[in-house]
């Protein structure tokens, strides 16, 4: 399983960027997908998750402004990120979790995949 990641950037503040992460393999699903971001010198926290089903889960601090979404059919998961704030500078990461693969006649489970990092930078 690999999960690439794009779409970070530099941005002013109030602007908008959206992140996108797609996973690659022989992936029949995936539980959980999410959004994780570290700033410099802070520990890496959880920004935004999102289940199969559609269930969404969000860190306080970026309610109302930041959106997360999934395409199953495509393995991928998006971040829509609008007005954007200084202290949203990171390094964001995507996370699978809970993926069922298949191999020839049988399926199997693997999981906590990570993606490579986007740097996300707001800043005027």
């Known amino acids: 399983v690999q999960l690439q990641a794009s779409g970070g950037g530099l941005v002013q503040p109030g602007g908008s960027l959206r992140l996108s992460c797609a996973a690659s393999g022989s992936i029949l699903s995936i539980n959980f997908m999410g959004w994780y971001r570290q700033a410099p010198g802070k520990q890496r926290e959880l920004v935004a998750a999102i289940t199969y089903g559609g269930k969404t889960n969000y860190t306080d601090s970026v309610k109302g402004r930041f959106t997360i979404s999934r395409d199953n059919a495509k393995n991928t998961v998006y971040l829509q990120m609008n007005n954007l704030k200084p202290e949203d500078t990171a390094v964001y990461y995507c996370?699978?979790?809970?993926?069922?693969?298949?191999?020839?006649?049988?399926?199997?489970?693997?999981?906590?995949?990570w993606g490579q990092g986007t740097q996300v930078t707001v800043s005027s």
């Open positions: 996370n699978a979790d809970r993926i069922r693969l298949y191999s020839g006649s049988y399926y199997y489970y693997e999981y906590d995949y």
